[in-house]
């Protein structure tokens, strides 16, 4: 009678490991190079996300088609909205990483706004109609927080070269350009700070839908103050 045999336990993990090494250096590649996943911390953007969402952000979008008014962009903050040296020490650092690693935290130093000014474009609130404008043209907004103004904050900006000017959606809620005016780079985004485009919702599942880019920045010609 012939007796099969057991292999080792131990043969197994043989596979295993080198199995989920390759896996991790795979999802750290697509992760660096087209696709992340980013956890939103706040209600800055309602209503198109809310405080709690996982976002797939692409990392090429932008590279076929540059970034143009109206975008909602995911970035790196530091040196605009926070400090260049803003770790809070290696341990934390590295809680925080694998935090956004899984899609369970944000990044510390990353946020997500919408464009409103492209370099070059004088953006201004509020005109005598109580609305935002760019380049002396009212801009239309129908992605704002239901019952919020465009700014209840007055400015008159030119974008400098190179920079962006960027609001989030729920304006009464949001720290953004208009709250930097003072700080070095006046709340101005570098070009080469953008990380990528949302592209999709994936968490909650109720909540899994495709997030469309704008076409063009929707602009109506200001006319008597109106």
């Known amino acids: 009678m012939e007796h099969t045999k057991r292999q080792p336990r131990k043969l197994g993990w043989r596979f295993v490991l080198p199995a989920v090494v390759l896996a991790v250096i795979i999802s750290g590649l697509v992760r660096s190079l087209w696709l992340d996943v980013y956890y939103i911390p706040s209600a800055s953007m309602e209503p198109i996300f809310r405080e709690g969402d996982r976002i797939l952000?692409?990392?090429?979008?932008?590279?076929?088609?540059?970034?143009?008014?109206?975008?909602?962009?995911?970035?790196?903050?530091?040196?605009?909205?926070?400090?260049?040296?803003?770790?809070?020490?290696?341990?934390?650092?590295?809680?925080?990483?694998?935090?956004?690693?899984?899609?369970?935290?944000?990044?510390?130093?990353?946020?997500?706004?919408?464009?409103?000014?492209?370099?070059?474009?004088?953006?201004?609130?509020?005109?005598?109609?109580?609305?935002?404008?760019?380049?002396?043209?009212?801009?239309?907004?129908?992605?704002?927080?239901a019952g919020d103004a465009p700014s209840e904050q007055k400015f008159s900006v030119t974008v400098a070269p190179g920079r962006l000017w960027l609001m989030g959606d729920h304006r009464s809620m949001s720290a953004d350009s208009r709250s930097l005016l003072g700080a070095p780079g006046g709340g101005m985004v570098p070009l080469e700070r953008v990380i990528g485009r949302p592209i999709q919702i994936i968490w909650p599942l109720d909540r899994f839908t495709a997030v469309a880019r704008p076409a063009v920045a929707t602009t109506t010609t200001a006319k008597n103050g109106q």
Not at 66 to 91: E, Y
């Open 57 to 145: 952000v692409s990392r090429t979008d932008f590279q076929a088609e540059p970034v143009g008014r109206g975008d909602i962009v995911v970035f790196d903050g530091r040196g605009s909205f926070a400090p260049l040296n803003s770790g809070q020490g290696p341990v934390l650092d590295f809680l925080g990483g694998v935090g956004h690693w899984v899609g369970l935290s944000g990044g510390e130093n990353t946020y997500i706004k919408r464009v409103i000014g492209l370099p070059g474009d004088h953006v201004a609130c509020c005109d005598a109609g109580g609305k935002l404008t760019v380049n002396g043209q009212q801009v239309a907004e129908p992605y704002l927080y």
